[in-house]
């Protein structure tokens, strides 16, 4: 069941007048903060489960953000490391990611590698026989065996794009270039922001809406919004994540590779590099950069051992080809939201009071969030039905 409300209302920047009115009810059901893959996701899946509700979409800043975790995240939908108990909701998920991006999602193969030989194992030279250049990436003398995954990649900025848009011609209204802050009550204070002529970042006009639901989809924030702002406490962490460049080339069928927790993913003619998560961050470590100009961060000191630790099994790590940057400004990273403070925790979503809910991505966000996304929007739907 669709909306047969008219296109949604968006507001790009300050030149376009964002006018709530003055009406003591709210002109919206539900205010979503964070327009990356999980709020854009939700808003659309509102707009299935409950089209009755007036939904707003709120990001700080463009759409996708490009400092954000959507951004820079892996785009690999598997069913590796996933625990039997969520296959299903992954398929689902996968059935959702071709119905919204068609051909922008493509099957590779996933190859889990080990050193030593167990059921399931199959030798790694026959199974990348296919594939030389992977093969020249690793030392098959130490690696070899491998388990192999079906998997699929796609863009989770293009998927936030894609779900918002969508969304938008549904009804749901979007609001860019936004800072929320979320109060008790359902109240929330929105900053327009603008940048001036010297590049500062400043707040151009603030005001104030009210709305019976506001859901935290602001990804590693959220849990710390939750706290300072609502003063509900979570058992949610974050952890920093970079993604070094490794321009060995790699095929349009190259398959995916996993070694000892680093994931060497197909991108651009060459490889992503995505480390293992560390769940706590190095004393005094603040990533400087993001915001509108798009500068990324130096590489941390964990990240580079866990390259140093692979370049026996990975040579082409010890090669050229491996882009650590020519400064401390070069290695592009994200906050990551951690699901109940666990690298290995699947999406979730849950009530923080009477009028906020959380939804988080966190690592497995690219197999599983659409499906969390689905299933917030039908609790909500069923809210709203009993009219609490």
């Known amino acids: 069941m669709t909306s047969a409300r008219p296109p949604g209302r968006v507001w790009a920047h300050v030149g376009q007048p964002f006018t709530p009115g003055t009406s003591p009810e709210p002109l919206h059901d539900v205010l979503i903060v964070g327009a990356g893959r999980m709020g854009s996701a939700l808003a659309l899946a509102l707009t299935e489960h409950a089209p009755h509700l007036r939904t707003l979409l709120i990001e700080e ?53 080990h050193g030593q030989p167990a059921p399931g194992r199959q030798p790694t030279r026959d199974l990348l026989a296919a594939q030389p250049a992977s093969l020249a990436l690793l030392d098959p003398d130490l690696l070899s065996y491998a388990t192999a995954y079906e998997a699929h990649t796609y863009r989770p900025g293009t998927l936030a794009q894609t779900a918002a848009q969508a969304a938008i011609r549904r ?19 929105l900053e327009r922001l603008t940048v001036t002529n010297t590049h500062q970042i400043v707040t151009h006009e603030t005001h104030n809406l009210r709305a019976p639901l506001v859901v935290l989809a602001t990804g590693a924030h959220a849990p710390a919004q939750a706290e300072h702002h609502l003063g509900v406490h979570t058992r949610h962490a974050r952890a920093y994540r970079q993604t070094p460049h490794l321009a060995t080339p790699s095929t349009e069928g190259a398959p995916i590779l996993h070694v000892h927790g680093l994931t060497l993913r197909p991108q651009h003619g060459a490889y992503t590099l995505i480390p293992p998560i560390h769940h706590r961050d190095p004393h005094g470590y603040v990533p400087q950069g993001g915001q509108l100009t798009g500068v990324p961060t130096g590489l941390r000191r964990e990240t580079l ?14 090669t050229p080809d491996l882009h650590l940057g020519r400064s401390l400004a070069d290695i592009p990273g994200a906050w990551l939201a951690l699901p109940g403070g666990r690298p290995d925790a699947a999406p979730t979503h849950e009530r923080l009071d009477d009028h906020a809910h959380l939804l988080l991505g966190g690592p497995h966000a690219d197999t599983l969030g659409l499906w969390t996304a689905d299933q917030l929007a039908q609790k909500i739907a069923r809210e709203t039905e009993r009219g609490q």
């Open 61 to 113: 800043g463009g759409l996708p953000n490009e400092d954000g975790a959507t951004i820079l995240a892996p785009g690999i939908w598997t069913l590796a490391h996933l625990p039997d108990t969520q296959r299903e909701a992954a398929r689902w998920t996968l059935e959702r990611l071709r119905t919204l991006l068609g051909d922008d999602i493509q099957a590779r193969a996933y190859l889990t590698l």
């Open 171 to 189: 009804g749901t209204d979007l609001l860019l270039n936004t800072r929320a802050t979320p109060h008790p009550g359902g109240h929330v204070t």
């Open 305 to 318: 051992e866990d390259l140093v630790g692979l370049m026996d099994a990975l040579p082409a790590l010890a």
